[in-house]
Antibody
Framework: EVQLVESGGGLVQPGGSLRLSCAAS????????MHWVRQAPGKGLEYVSA????????YYANSVKGRFTISRDNSKNTLYLQMGSLRAEDMAVYYC???????????????WGQGTMVTVSS | DIQMTQSPSSLSASVGDRVTITCQAS??????LNWYQQKPGKAPKLLIY???NLETGVPSRFSGSGSGTDFTFTISSLQPEDIATYYC?????????FGQGTKLEIK
């Protein structure tokens, strides 16, 4: 079964750090670009970050640029999001998602994880 | 960034009704437009990609059309299980921005 499973969410104080993981299974992880999308409580979907299939290219939304780092370990079939200098407005459910077509950075997100909640509060 | 404007933001309809949601891009995005369904507490689910292509396993009552800046998503006959929030998303340029969502309720 093609699957993405996020982990690493939790409660963190403002200014703190957290690393999210997204474990992939059931497909050739190294052939697909991956993305992070978040959703604040009761709000819509907000794009966060992207990484190419080989990890050589990355992209960040302006709201997280300089604070978040996306990376991947294709030998472990795992995507990461290192989050730093966390703010109240970063509080959200974070989803990882796979692009429909192999090799392309942009496309439809056909596989999503179940999401992991990040709470930023003192 | 490309802005995506969905309308309406909420919609109430009866079972069996034809339901239409529109999405307008702030610039020409060709057919690089996707539609997702999100039920409460769940991850989004891809329904339509490239404006009009039905994702595998998605019921044929769902459809999409449009190109350029104006797009339409249609449910031909609303079913109780279609109650959800629907989002459009462009992927012509990074960042792949989403519309604000349309919350669909049963009347």
């Amino acid at each position: 079964e093609v699957q993405l499973v996020e982990s690493g969410g939790g409660l963190v104080q403002p200014g703190g750090s957290l690393r999210l993981s997204c474990a992939a299974s059931g497909f050739t992880f190294s052939s697909y670009a991956m993305h992070w999308v978040r959703q604040a409580p009761g709000k819509g979907l907000e794009y966060v970050s992207a990484i190419s299939s080989n990890g050589g290219s990355t992209y960040y939304a302006n709201s997280v640029k300089g604070r978040f780092t996306i990376s991947r370990d294709n030998s472990k079939n795992t995507l990461y999001l290192q989050m730093g200098s966390l703010r109240a407005e970063d509080m959200a459910v974070y989803y990882c998602a796979r692009v429909l077509e192999q090799w392309l950075v942009l496309g439809a997100f056909d596989i999503w994880g179940q999401g992991t909640m990040v709470t930023v509060s003192s | 960034d490309i802005q995506m404007t969905q309308s309406p933001s909420s919609l109430s309809a009866s079972v069996g009704d034809r339901v239409t949601i529109t999405c307008q891009a702030s610039q020409d995005i060709s057919n690089y437009l996707n539609w997702y369904q999100q039920k409460p507490g769940k991850a989004p689910k891809l329904l339509i990609y490239d404006a009009s292509n039905l994702e595998t396993g998605v019921p044929s009552r769902f459809s999409g059309s449009g190109s350029g800046t104006d797009f339409t998503f249609t449910i031909s006959s609303l079913q109780p299980e279609d109650i959800a929030t629907y989002y459009c998303q462009q992927y012509d340029n990074l960042p792949p921005t989403f519309g604000q969502g349309t919350k669909l309720e049963i009347k």
